[in-house]
């Protein structure tokens, strides 16, 4: 019976938060598509009430506005879905970037690059252990390089087929640059959203531990087997601790501990540790207090960061709605009354 009331808290926690998120997040994925349907009715508005505008939508100008605005609005619409359900990466890798790596050229290369923005390249590995990103920093730089290049060249040729001359070239270059910072830019926002989905994991972790600590012959094994199977930003360091358990003993949970600087995690470990001098419902026996401390402390951290999520979503989607009408409607009847208002003074 307490073991249910564990999970049903657990429920009642997640139910809670969704509720809120759908609150702080009505209506704004919508918001941010929306402003692709109305740029042919735009256009067609202020062709009828000013025929000479078709100069604008039909040349190099209104073309590059509309790929530009479409890209905006679907880009904006990504990093609003990002912010409402926050994700945890797949631990898969993926083939070709393997494959790419394991050539000795290539691994050359990236060597030689890496060896150019030493400094930078460390922060950089320190962040993707941080986040138990799935690709080590030399799988990452050539993802990194692949997906940019990949970007840039296919923006490029789809330029060329609108024949826009040399702005093909500038704006594949822009693509390429975007992609290539964007990733990192990514990465670090991915940090600052797990640092929340870290804790949802302790209280998951904290509410296994205290259904099984009290389990006839349950075993240090048999608890992270089971933390496995539900981890999801830990995965990685219970894999470690799971597949090293049984050859080097506790010492496994010791180098944890070193290399993890997240207090909470912490905690847990020192639990595990300590079942190598005690019964294990002894070793966890301060987790159910633990745990009732990080679900109130979770409870107003949650609603807090979660308004704030909301809040930077509200800004970012009403963007495509704002470049629309002043891309799509004001600049070209400015660009026409200038160039009407210059005729007429020349023949004056």
Known sequence: IKNMSYLKEDINIYILKQKAVEHA?????????LPIYFMKPIEIWALSNMPELSNYYGGTLGKISVILLAFLSL??????????????????????????ISNKRIAKCVTKYMNLFVDEMKKLDKLLRTIAYPYNIMEFCVKRV?????SGLLSLILLITLDLGWLSAFIGMGIFLFMYYGQV???YIKKNLMMLEREDEIIRFQGIIL?????????VEQILNQLERFAVAFKRQIEEMSDKLSYKGTSVFK???NKSDFLPFNRLIDGFIACDDMYIHKAF????????????????????YIEQRGAISKFLSFIPICAVVLINLIIP?????????????MSL
């Open 25 to 33: 997040f009505m209506g704004l994925t919508w918001i941010c598509i």
């Open 75 to 100: 880009g904006i619409y990504k990093i609003v879905v990002s912010l409402k359900y926050p994700k945890t990466h797949s631990n898969m890798k993926k083939k070709w970037v393997v494959k790419l």
């Open 146 to 150: 692949v997906i940019s290049m990949f």
């Open 185 to 187: 830019i990514a990465i």
């Open 211 to 219: 259904m099984l600590m009290h389990a006839d012959k349950i075993t």
């Open 255 to 257: 180098e944890q501990k």
């Open 285 to 304: 026996e301060d987790v159910e207090m633990d745990r009732r401390y990080y679900i109130e402390k979770h409870k107003q951290e949650n609603l807090f």
């Open 333 to 345: 009847f400015v660009l026409e009354g200038m160039q009407q208002l210059s005729i007429s003074n």
